[in-house]
Nanobody, 126 residues
Framework: QVQLVESGGGLVQAGGSLRLSCVASGRTFSSYAMGWFRQAPGKEREFVAAISWDDSSTYYGDSLKGRFTISRGGAKNTVYLQMNSLKPEDTAVYHC???????????????????WGQGTQVTVSS
């Protein structure tokens, strides 16, 4: 049973920071590309960040690079999303996802990700 569990969301004031975690279990995720997506009420799912299977490359959504950083934990089954200088428009449910295809970089297309977590709510107050 593959499972992705996100944590670290919450309520923060604009300008603040949060670090989201995504713990993977049930498979060897060390060779999987991983991504973060978010969805705000009434809006389309939006790509946030991705990290390639070998951690050599990272990708970010438009306007997020410089504020958000994706990384993988030493045990390789945890992916983090460090979010700094948060804005009210960052308010959304954040989901992590895993792309199991060998050698993939992940990327912004949600269709390549086979496994998804339930999400964690991030709310940024003005």
């Amino acid at each position: 049973q593959v499972q992705l569990v996100e944590s670290g969301g919450g309520l923060v004031q604009a300008g603040g920071s949060l670090r989201l975690s995504c713990v993977a279990s049930g498979r060897t995720f060390s060779s999987y590309a991983m991504g973060w997506f978010r969805q705000a009420p009434g809006k389309e799912r939006e790509f946030v960040a991705a990290i390639s299977w070998d951690d050599s490359s990272t990708y970010y959504g438009d306007s997020l690079k410089g504020r958000f950083t994706i990384s993988r934990g030493g045990a390789k089954n945890t992916v983090y999303l460090q979010m700094n200088s948060l804005k009210p428009e960052d308010t959304a449910v954040y989901h992590c996802a895993a792309d199991p295809s060998p050698g993939h970089s992940g990327g912004s297309y949600h269709g390549v990700y086979d496994y998804w977590g339930q999400g964690t709510q991030v709310t940024v107050s003005s």
